[in-house]
């Protein structure tokens, strides 16, 4: 019953969105430098400093661990954690649940009633 509620209230019937093409002249080009930068070598140092320039109370990633966790522990977690980004970056895997996400569909509502 609750399910067959939200999936009625969150059921669409238009026409799925059709993406369009934006005009290229609203966009900044990517200088030439900037590219080379962008398309460099990962390297350790580098994602060391994204893990450390992360806030470190920002919302927890499925494995429920914030930034902070990292950060503290770098010397125990570090190498691993380097490994898998390098790994997923170079293409060798991807760990089936890493783009996970649990999502909470929460009604809104005026006034809420209590269920007894």
Same mark, same amino acid.
């Given at each position: 019953? =609750?399910? @067959?509620? *939200?999936?009625?209230?969150?059921? +669409? +019937?238009?026409?799925? %969105? &059709?993406? %369009?093409?934006?005009? /290229?002249?609203? %966009? ?15 390297? +350790?140092? #580098? ?9 470190? $109370?920002? /919302?927890?990633? !499925?494995?429920? *661990? #914030?930034?902070? %966790? $990292? @950060?503290?522990?770098?010397? !125990?977690?570090?190498? #691993?954690? &380097? @490994?898998?980004?390098? +790994? =997923? ?11 996970? &996400? *649990? ?7 005026? $006034?809420? @009633?209590?269920? &007894?």
């Amino acid at each position: 019953m =609750v399910r @067959q509620f *939200f999936i009625e209230i969150y059921t +669409d +019937d238009e026409p799925p %969105f &059709t993406p %369009f093409m934006l005009p /290229a002249i609203r %966009f900044t080009w990517i200088m030439d430098a900037e590219l080379h930068k962008l398309d460099g070598e990962i390297i +350790d140092c #580098k994602i060391k400093k994204a893990i450390f320039d992360m806030n470190p $109370y920002k /919302a927890p990633g !499925l494995d429920r *661990f #914030k930034a902070l %966790f $990292y @950060q503290r522990f770098w010397e !125990l977690t570090g190498s #691993k954690l &380097t @490994q898998l980004v390098l +790994d =997923v970056l170079s293409g060798r895997t991807l760990p089936d649940d890493l783009n996970d &996400t *649990f999502l909470v569909l929460i009604l809104k509502v005026n $006034y809420p @009633q209590i269920v &007894t």
